[in-house]
């Protein structure tokens, strides 16, 4: 599972990479196509990593805008490597991308070396830009240099001057068999630095996507998560692409405590409370952790999983011509399914069944709560019913603070005066603060005294 092939489904994903500002399209190839990691040892490799360039950043302001514009150099010449690599004649366009990149990639590593980078190492390529810059301009430009063959110079004179079309166009002639012999000499001679090249690519790559993450960590003061084995637990978890767009409005994000464990946890609150917003902050950090991000968070342990399935009413599809609750039956046996087959899941499932009878409904969420329970599926499921039957774990959102209610409040301003935190409850019955809410929006009063009947 790939970051492209996840980007799109991912509530809140798109905002992250398009954040995460990579210099060069290698790097954003490469972030493009970094992997869901599921191995302990990979992930701390990757937050390791991580953790040494922001230091590096920290330490080393001014070689780190060098860096970002030396990086800004950097293009994708894989097929020039692999053509090089065929030993296949290169162009002088290829010439110059091999050029232009070796260059770049001499004056990032020496930038490296001065600041004693605890981090990727370059392959030192001076032998490279030696090559391809006889005259030691250091310029990224390349052409058939004189100084390649001791006939060239005279013969390229010779056709400056000649008067005659026919002796011109035979000195052109003779001139391009040099210069293609001087082509195919200049592949052998490079050949065996393809490896080299390579390498220092996809390093590069590894350095101009690490640099964005270490910025974007600073950015939006992101945490380094511990790598948990059993329990996931978070303080001040948020989301940041919400977090931005309240602080745009003059409104603030309030972040929320909560731990999962291996056995499901029913979470109730009244609509509005931030339930969907929960479970969206959690499958998004659960990504960005097994993809090699700090996490949104002020702490965060996190226990790796094989896959995140998040059912969110508006994450359904309905172009398969499925009616919502059709689409989220399927999407159900699709979380037991691969439960069963021991595949390692967080599962998060927003107001189940909230589409059908309130019997049937609460029946259905009987039942799932039981079969996460049974397989042992880290799971977090918000529901609106009362009456859910199995002892499980149960957090229940404060909610609306009435208190504090001091004048006219719309759908957009109700945020502020709700209680996000989540706290710990016995009870089945779930909070019933619809019609306060309804009457707090001055919805009609003969309406809600028949609805309180």
Same mark, same amino acid.
């Given at each position: 599972?790939?970051?492209?092939?996840?980007?799109?489904?991912?509530?809140?994903?798109?905002?992250?990479?398009?954040?995460?500002?990579?210099?060069?399209?290698?790097?954003?190839?490469?972030?493009?196509?970094?992997?869901?990691?599921?191995?302990?040892?990979?992930?701390?490799?990757?937050?390791?990593?991580?953790?040494?360039?922001?230091?590096?950043?920290?330490?080393?302001?001014?070689?780190?805008?060098?860096?970002?514009?030396?990086?800004?150099?950097?293009?994708?010449?894989?097929?020039?490597?692999?053509?090089?690599?065929?030993?296949?004649?290169?162009?002088?366009?290829?010439?110059?991308?091999?050029?232009?990149?070796?260059?770049?990639?001499?004056?990032?590593?020496?930038?490296?070396?001065?600041?004693?980078?605890?981090?990727?190492?370059?392959?030192?390529?001076?032998?490279?830009?030696?090559?391809?810059?006889?005259?030691?301009?250091?310029?990224?430009?390349?052409?058939?240099?004189?100084?390649?063959?001791?006939?060239?110079?005279?013969?390229?004179?010779?056709?400056?001057?000649?008067?005659?079309?026919?002796?011109?166009?035979?000195?052109?002639?003779?001139?391009?068999?040099?210069?293609?012999?001087?082509?195919?000499?200049?592949?052998?001679?490079?050949?065996?630095?393809?490896?080299?090249?390579?390498?220092?690519?996809?390093?590069?790559?590894?350095?101009?996507?690490?640099?964005?993450?270490?910025? !974007? #960590? *600073?950015?939006?003061? @992101?945490?380094?998560? %511990?790598?948990?084995? &059993?329990?996931? /637990?978070?303080?001040?978890? $948020?989301?940041?692409?919400?977090?931005?767009?309240?602080?745009?409005?003059?409104?603030?994000?309030?972040?929320?405590?909560?731990?999962?464990?291996?056995?499901?946890?029913?979470?109730?609150?009244?609509?509005?409370?931030?339930?969907?917003?929960?479970?969206?902050?959690?499958?998004?950090?659960?990504?960005?952790?097994?993809?090699?991000?700090?996490?949104?968070?002020?702490?965060?342990?996190?226990?790796?999983?094989?896959?995140?399935?998040?059912?969110?009413?508006?994450?359904?599809?309905?172009?398969?011509?499925?009616?919502?609750?059709?689409?989220?039956?399927?999407?159900?046996?699709?979380?037991?399914?691969?439960?069963?087959?021991?595949?390692?899941? !967080? #599962? *998060?499932?927003?107001? @189940?069944?909230?589409? %059908?009878?309130?019997? &049937?409904?609460? /029946?259905?969420?009987?039942? $799932?709560?039981?079969?996460?329970?049974?397989?042992?599926?880290?799971?977090?499921?918000?529901?609106?019913?009362?009456?859910?039957?199995?002892?499980?774990?149960?957090?229940?959102?404060?909610?609306?603070?009435?208190?504090?209610?001091?004048?006219?409040?719309?759908?957009?301003?109700?945020?502020?005066?709700?209680?996000?935190?989540?706290?710990?409850?016995?009870?089945?019955?779930?909070?019933?603060?619809?019609?306060?809410?309804?009457?707090?929006?001055?919805?009609?009063?003969?309406?809600?005294?028949?609805?309180?009947?």
């Amino acid at each position: 599972m790939l970051v492209k092939e996840v980007i799109k489904k991912v509530n809140g994903l798109p905002y992250v990479i398009d954040n995460v500002q990579v210099c060069s399209s290698w790097g954003k190839s490469m972030l493009l196509n970094q992997p869901f990691l599921t191995e302990p040892n990979d992930i701390q490799r990757n937050l390791d990593d991580l953790k040494r360039h922001i230091g590096f950043i920290e330490n080393n302001e001014a070689a780190t805008r060098q860096l970002v514009v030396l990086l800004h150099e950097i293009n994708d010449i894989t097929q020039t490597i692999q053509n090089l690599k065929n030993l296949q004649v290169l162009d002088d366009i290829e010439f110059f991308e091999i050029k232009k990149f070796a260059l770049a990639s001499q004056k990032i590593w020496q930038l490296l070396q001065e600041t004693n980078y605890d981090g990727p190492r370059l392959y030192d390529l001076s032998k490279v830009v030696e090559i391809l810059d006889p005259e030691e301009s250091r310029i990224a430009h390349f052409y058939i240099y004189s100084c390649y063959h001791p006939e060239l110079e005279n013969i390229r004179k010779q056709i400056s001057q000649a008067e005659d079309v026919n002796v011109a166009e035979e000195l052109t002639w003779k001139a391009r068999q040099i210069e293609d012999a001087v082509r195919q000499k200049l592949t052998e001679m490079l050949q065996p630095y393809w490896n080299n090249l390579l390498r220092n690519l996809h390093l590069i790559g590894t350095l101009d996507v690490l640099n964005a993450k270490a910025q !974007l #960590a *600073l950015r939006w003061q @992101l945490s380094m998560p %511990t790598i948990a084995v &059993e329990n996931t /637990r978070y303080e001040g978890l $948020f989301h940041p692409q919400m977090k931005v767009e309240l602080a745009e409005r003059g409104s603030r994000f309030q972040p929320v405590d909560v731990v999962l464990t291996p056995h499901p946890c029913l979470v109730t609150g009244a609509n509005m409370s931030g339930k969907t917003v929960l479970l969206k902050s959690l499958s998004l950090s659960q990504y960005m952790f097994q993809f090699g991000f700090y996490v949104p968070a002020t702490l965060a342990e996190i226990v790796p999983v094989e896959d995140v399935v998040c059912l969110i009413d508006d994450q359904q599809t309905e172009q398969r011509g499925l009616s919502s609750f059709a689409a989220e039956m399927l999407s159900v046996n699709e979380i037991l399914t691969r439960t069963k087959s021991g595949t390692k899941l !967080l #599962a *998060l499932v927003d107001e @189940l069944a909230r589409t %059908t009878n309130p019997d &049937e409904g609460r /029946r259905i969420v009987n039942a $799932f709560v039981r079969m996460m329970e049974k397989y042992g599926v880290m799971s977090l499921i918000t529901t609106h019913y009362s009456g859910v039957a199995p002892q499980c774990r149960r957090l229940r959102v404060k909610g609306l603070l009435t208190d504090r209610i001091t004048s006219d409040v719309t759908p957009q301003s109700l945020h502020r005066y709700m209680d996000y935190t989540l706290v710990e409850t016995t009870s089945d019955e779930v909070p019933a603060e619809a019609l306060t809410i309804a009457r707090i929006f001055h919805v009609d009063e003969e309406f809600l005294a028949e609805a309180e009947r």
